[in-house]
């Protein structure tokens, strides 16, 4: 699968074109960029990994595709308003990068919970405006589910037969109370096959910087995780929450599960990071099924 980074104006956020023609509008939208920064935004260059699950021990890279001459999106539709207000640097008050991505992508039909670091999934079908939780699960249409993250991970799973989307936010507690999965169990709950549903990773702290203490390890040992979730370098402990939610993903039967494979931590050109910027910014995710 191929991951492409687009543009929306000044802001720009990382996709999955098949996914997007398919009617499901959805992104990873990356840090505001500086004011100072040229027109043309971030130099981009990454890999990511897609098929986790299918391919034996292996991690088949796919390029990042770059749109060249800043690669307008083809959403939101015609009419729709520019993201001009707000395009150069920090959006209006509020937390950062936030309320500047939710103009810019006309995802004013949204819903935006207090993140709990919890496993509250909730089933959005006609109306219901949830005010906390960390997972949704969209069936009602024109509706977006937003998580902000700053190095937990958002997770999206979708199955197009339906047509259904869920959007998680999984950090270290989430992960361990297994929200992911429990996404996919009301997904099958709904008569949807693990079979139909595919799963989309996106930026988070990886395991080369996320340094944990031994009551986390601990945490995930005892539900069986090991090497690579729990990792031990130098008398010191990482935690791979993306291998830990693909596990869980892939027991839970999904074949088809993509990794954007981009560290928060480590890309401070394009992610906040909770642990390194010690603030409050924070990026959003989001997923709408397009009518
Ligand atoms: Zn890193």
Do not use: F, W
């Given at each position: 699968m191929l991951f492409e980074f687009k543009n929306q104006g000044q802001w720009s956020y990382i996709c999955w074109p098949a996914l997007e023609e398919a009617g499901i509008f959805h992104g990873f939208v990356t840090r505001p960029r500086d004011a100072s920064s040229e027109e043309e935004g971030i130099d981009f260059h990454?890999?990511?990994r897609g098929n986790l699950s299918s391919e034996r021990g292996g991690r088949v890279p796919a390029a990042v595709k770059r749109l060249e001459g800043g690669g307008e999106a083809k959403y939101p539709r015609a009419g729709a308003p520019l993201p001009r207000e707000g395009a150069t640097g920090y959006p209006r008050a509020g937390v950062p990068g936030i309320d500047g991505p939710i103009k810019a992508f006309s995802l004013e039909h949204h819903i935006l919970m207090n993140q709990e670091h919890g496993d509250s999934v909730?089933?959005?079908?006609?109306?219901?405006?949830?005010?906390?939780?960390?997972?949704?699960?969209?069936?009602?249409?024109?509706?977006?589910?937003?998580?902000?993250?700053?190095?937990?991970?958002?997770?999206?799973?979708?199955?197009?037969?339906?047509?259904a989307v869920a959007i998680v936010h999984a950090g270290w507690?989430?992960?361990?109370?297994?929200?992911?999965?429990?996404?996919?169990?009301?997904l099958k709950a709904l008569g949807v096959s693990p079979k139909e549903m595919c799963a989309l990773i996106g930026p988070?702290?990886?395991p080369c910087c996320y340094n944990v203490q031994e009551d986390v390890a601990r945490v995930f040992r005892e539900q069986g995780f090991g090497e690579p979730v729990v990792q031990e370098r130098q008398g010191s402990l990482f935690l791979d929450l993306k291998a830990a939610n693909t596990r869980m993903l892939r027991n839970e039967?999904?074949?088809?599960?993509?990794?954007?494979?981009?560290?928060t931590f480590c890309r401070e050109d394009l992610f906040y990071s909770a642990r390194r910027?010690?603030?409050?910014?924070?990026q959003i995710n989001f997923a709408v099924i397009q009518a």
């Open positions: 990454g890999q990511a909730h089933l959005i079908k006609r109306g219901e405006r949830p005010t906390a939780g960390d997972g949704l699960i969209l069936l009602e249409k024109n509706v977006a589910g937003i998580v902000k993250t700053a190095d937990c991970l958002p997770v999206l799973i979708y199955a197009l037969s339906v047509p507690r989430g992960t361990a109370l297994g929200i992911a999965g429990k996404a996919v169990r009301m988070g702290i990886g039967g999904l074949r088809e599960i993509n990794d954007v494979d981009l560290c910027d010690k603030g409050n910014g924070r």
